[in-house]
């Protein structure tokens, strides 16, 4: 499966296919969470940048609430049985020097994808996430794998 075709991920977005597919993102305090069913070789992933979508405006998957939930019901959708479902978490770096403990976005996003995961009783398999560093990382959606790399930050 060398030559799968590659699909870029933007923030508030989320991708998932039937076919072998790598997802590409890049993460800073957002989160992305990767969903991969073994028995099917089904892939989906998310890109959120907050954790809870307040019940105002648009239910986005901006938001990690819905992203999670919205990328659960797709892989359903597709054939996938949520007994199947592995999960891997990436992102959630607080990439931003604040002393304001409000801000804590990428905190807040990463609890978000474990406790949903917990509630609908998918297993996380691996994670990268928190630290000072974003990240880049690509998902191949038939054999589950992910490759990532800290992006270190630069000054102008």
């Known amino acids: 499966m060398e030559n799968l075709t590659t699909y870029y991920l933007y923030p508030s977005a989320i991708y998932y296919s039937k076919e072998p597919y790598l997802i590409t993102t890049v993460l800073g305090s957002c989160v992305s969470v990767c969903l991969w069913d073994p028995v099917l070789h089904y892939g989906g992933m998310n890109h959120y940048m907050l954790p809870l979508w307040n019940g105002q405006g ?11 939930k919205k990328l659960i019901d797709n892989m359903l959708a597709l054939g996938c049985h949520k007994s199947s479902l592995v999960a891997k978490v990436f992102g959630g770096g607080e990439v931003i020097d604040t002393n304001i403990s ?13 406790q949903m995961l917990e509630e609908e009783r998918i297993k ?5 996430v928190a630290g000072k560093l974003g990240r880049k990382i690509i998902f191949n959606t038939f054999d589950g794998s992910v490759k990532h790399k800290f992006i270190e930050k630069t000054q102008f």
């Open 124 to 128: 996380i398999v691996s994670s990268s």
């Open 58 to 68: 648009l239910a986005t998957p901006k938001y990690g609430n819905i992203a999670i």
């Open 102 to 114: 409000n801000f804590q976005i990428g905190e807040r996003n990463i609890y978000m994808a474990k």
